[in-house]
């Protein structure tokens, strides 16, 4: 048992490193276009809704501390302790989502979405716009993700519930807790990188 | 592999201790960004995260209790990372040393 656990933690690290590399495409992306055009992009950051960045950092960062808690009440043998700690997850992750979804609105009414509504008359516009693509891709993409660890989490519930897991057999739960913590983590990179580039230089 | 790494439980107050050093983290990310370090402000942003997510591998992930070969996987993955970043931008960043010809 023990050696399959470590199996599969091994095959879901293989995993997580090619969402590395996927993830590192995208970040590759934005490291160039920033070094193209440094102006445009502080400008860009500074639209961005630092307070809703934050507290998304952190309801991501309390969703990890409860899938923690989670795989180890699942380590304990405690069924009501992990059924706790899931349904927690998946409040906290879908949290992250409605604020996620208020950021978009707001960036759909200030014209800041690329494409023929973007505002034009802002300062080097269509390298902001350039800025707007790739933030739309790679909160977007994260966004994904937060959807699928969050579709994960309710099977784990499910099989949670039916007592499915004992502290000889945790291995779903602690694989998709791998995932979970990884969607944190892309999370703990993204938010320096978009939210607060320019936040010295005066927010508007 | 080896049993003294089985049925290693983690207890509570570390990993709480973890999260509230994730948040003090996040809090300090804030106010350096609003600090001008000139070239040093994104640095500085990006060894913060770089704590935090250590922090998250190695507690969180608890990739401290994997096994050697897990460990060698994990670091991998982010090495391979900086060799995408290091190569990308040391074509990118050199291109203007060197005239073209027929430019």
């Known amino acids: ?204 | 592999m080896s049993t003294e790494h089985a049925h290693v439980i983690t207890p509570v107050r570390t990993y709480v201790a973890i999260f509230a050093a994730l948040l003090v983290l996040t809090g300090l990310t804030y106010l350096v960004a609003l600090q001008d370090f000139g070239v040093m402000n994104t640095p500085i942003a990006l060894a913060v995260a770089l704590v935090k997510a250590s922090l998250v591998v190695i507690y969180f992930m608890g990739v401290r209790y994997n096994t050697p070969l897990t460990k060698v996987v994990v670091v991998a993955g982010f090495f391979w990372l900086l060799i995408l970043f290091g190569l990308t931008l040391n074509d990118y960043m050199t291109r203007h040393w060197m005239g073209v010809p027929g430019r």
Not at chain 1, 39 to 51: D, F, I, K, P, Q
Not at chain 1, 104 to 121: I, Q, R, T, W
């Open chain 1, 1 to 204: 048992m023990e050696q399959q656990l470590e199996a599969s933690t091994l095959g879901m690290w293989v995993f997580l490193v090619t969402e590395v590399m996927f993830f590192g495409g995208m970040f590759m992306v934005y490291i160039l276009y920033r070094v193209l055009y440094p102006e445009a992009w502080v400008m860009g950051s500074n639209h961005l809704n630092v307070t809703l960045g934050a507290l998304n950092t952190g309801v991501l960062i309390c969703s990890s501390l409860t899938m923690a808690l989670a795989v180890r009440s699942a380590q304990i043998g405690s069924r009501s302790g992990q059924v706790v700690n899931l349904i927690l997850t998946i409040v906290l992750g879908s949290v992250f989502l409605i604020v996620k979804y208020f950021e978009y609105a707001e960036k759909f009414e200030h014209h800041l979405v690329p494409g023929p509504h973007f505002d034009m008359s802002l300062p080097e516009a269509p390298h902001q716009q350039l800025f707007f693509s790739i933030y739309f891709m790679l909160t977007g993409v994260h966004a994904a993700h937060m959807v699928v660890g969050i579709g994960l989490m309710l099977v784990i519930l499910t099989m949670a519930m039916r007592g499915r897991f004992s502290s000889s057999y945790y291995t779903p739960v602690e694989v998709s807790g791998l995932y979970w913590h990884f969607v944190d983590i892309v999370w703990i990179f993204l938010f320096p990188l978009l939210y607060l580039l320019g936040a010295h230089l005066g927010a508007h």
